[in-house]
């Protein structure tokens, strides 16, 4: 729909500006014009819609929208491009309702203006998304982040569907949310995976690969300023007769690259060069393909040094991001640390390790057999101990043997994801069940992530 609504006041303010310097001229257009109007749909997300806004001389344009008679909501506001023309997300749409959008433009020292009044229509959410509920409180904000094997899906804290992205990718997805104000999504190219970068609407800005390397589906960082943290594979044949494997065997170990925003690389570290074959357990090593470390987790310690799963390995390592030397090893056969009240003695084939407060870690401990765990450990990188602060098992029957993420929030609890088993928790900040997501059991959830908000403010985790 289309509008040309001028602002009459504006207007005449500037005509009398200009005839009282002398040199009035009646046909001479306001600054601050306004131009029209119009809102699209977005075939990949019923529940949104964008607005491209035109004008003149005004700083941006926001919109305020309404269905009946309930609350009237708005956008953030969205600054001009070249002070013409602004697109404005609007998300977050309930299913099969009718809205009216009110177009606002603002600027410097004046008023906000509602200009225009459109409406639109949102749809009903595609089959493929479950029904998704809740029990119990939660006490985070925002809003959950699902990785979904037909894609991506945003639920507030009662399990309603607020934003969605359809991408089946097999039974496994990875999307995530970045504080650069993006979205990633595990994809596949020419012959090689590669994660597409979204926007708020979900709609493609790019994609992102290692540079001459190929590209992990784990985890990844955008940090605010664009340069990003991503896991990277090396295949090396070596001979791995002499420890119990083949003499010709195809080796893959984790590279992780740090990139500039133009994705130019600007640092690597391999952990061909830091582990040893003997690391990995001899009944992972005797095939034909060796998957050596199974990089699965990234993220940043207090001290802005890096923090890496590798599943393979059973194990959590620290590493100087200057240097790319090794500061500790925890868990596996290479371990340093003595394991303090912990009554499995540690953990097996994890994923989604994350700081969580000084000196502590968390993660899903997906074990060897059932149950996995969420555990968070307080670490002494003086006296080497790893002291087991809770464990939070689901079911005696709750396992999966891959995939599943966590997440720490400012107040101590957690979010898990038990991958497989389809279950997404809330742990409080001793360990107990605080709340949950129904209707995702048996579903491949293979990471969740809150968010703070459904534009580009509040995504993701910081970064150091």
Known sequence: MKSQIGTLAAAAAMLLAVGACGEADPQAPSPQQYKGAEVEAIPENVLAAAVLVRAAAYDSAY???Q???GPALRTP??????????????LGLDTATTYTFRVALTRTGADDEVVDSLAFASGS???????????GTSSESGYLALSLPSGAVTVDNTGKVLWYHYSPNGTLNSFQAHPAGVYTLLGTGVGETEFHVLN?????????????RPTRFHDLLIAAGGDAWILCDETRVMDLSSVGGLPSASVTATVVQHLSATGALLWEWNAFDHFDITDVPLVDRTGVNVNFTHGNGIGFDSDSNLILGFRSLSEVTKVNRTTGAVIWRL???ANQFTFLNDPKGQFERQHGVRVAGTGQIQLLDNGLGAPSRFVRYLLNP????????????DTPTTYTNVGGSTQYHPDGHGTVSFGRAGRV?????VGNRAWELTGLDGVYVFRTQRIGSLYTSGFGEPTR
């Open 425 to 429: 928790i809330e742990v409080d900040h």
């Open 382 to 393: 003086v006296t080497l101990t790893a002291t087991m602060e809770w464990q939070f098992i």
């Open 63 to 65: 919109v305020e929208y």
């Open 331 to 333: 868990g596996g056969l």
């Open 200 to 212: 708020a609407l979900g709609e493609e800005t790019g994609t992102l690969t290692c540079v001459g």
């Open 125 to 135: 959410l595609p089959a493929w998304i479950p029904a998704i509920g809740s029990l």
């Open 77 to 90: 506001a969205v600054g001009f491009a070249g002070d013409t023309m602004t697109r404005v997300p609007v």
């Open 67 to 69: 269905s009946g008679a």
